[in-house]
């Protein structure tokens, strides 16, 4: 009893660092891709933008992989079901690593424009398929309970966020191969960060403080 008290506490505390990481790199790429936008070292920004983007999208893939990890535990989920799941979380934690990889050459100056705009595409396509983990955690486990007053705030929350990252991954491919194909780049990649981080800003909020309320009850 003692030991899965203490898995439980300890995926509790993945989930609120990994919101919090979420959170604050969100908030990161989208300040510098308006400070970008407003003509301060544009290039520079977005290539650092794009690596802060990169750590946003592996907190919530690791948030998001701990919470399907806590409700395998709680109820008997199938097979096919949790291998969505990992799917999801694997494509925004290797879309993270590889814009990481891209936004670090971008600032070593190696094709400075053009790999940031690549790398917007990646984290685009990571959040198409992240959604479909994200879709996994939509339904309440046990400890919720059937009737929980916290329910319907975390199914809003999670509907809210799905939406908003199929939207925004969408948008963000579209600017990325509008910038790769040379129509504005610079300006064009940063538009994309700044979609990205809010919807990661989203995510690491809503998604973030109506788990946490619920595991803390």
């Known amino acids: ?111 400075s424009v053009v790999l940031p705009a690549i790398a917007a595409i990646v984290f685009g396509g990571g959040l198409l398929i992240g959604s479909a983990a994200m879709s996994q955690v939509t339904t309440p486990t046990p400890a919720y309970g059937t009737h929980s007053s916290g329910v319907g705030l975390f199914r809003s929350a999670m509907a809210a966020t799905i939406g908003a990252q199929v939207l925004v991954g969408l948008a963000s491919i579209a600017l990325g191969i509008i910038a790769v194909v040379g129509i504005h780049p610079t300006v064009v990649t940063l538009v994309a960060l700044l979609s990205l981080g809010s919807a990661v800003l989203l995510s690491g909020t809503a998604v973030g403080a109506t788990v946490m309320s619920a595991f803390h009850r």
């Open 1 to 111: 009893m003692a030991t899965l008290e203490r898995v439980e506490r300890e995926s509790v505390g993945v989930l609120e660092g990994g919101a919090l990481i979420e959170t604050v790199a969100g908030v990161g790429a989208g300040a510098l891709a308006i400070i970008g936008l407003a003509g301060v070292l544009p290039v520079e920004l977005a290539a650092i933008g794009t690596m802060a983007m990169s750590v946003a999208l592996m907190a919530e893939g690791g948030t998001v992989a701990a919470r399907l990890a806590r409700r395998g535990r709680e109820t008997a989920i199938e097979g096919s079901a949790e291998e969505i799941g990992s799917g999801g979380v694997s494509a925004e934690v290797l879309a993270g690593m590889a814009g990481f990889v891209l936004g670090l050459l971008a600032v070593l100056g190696v094709v």
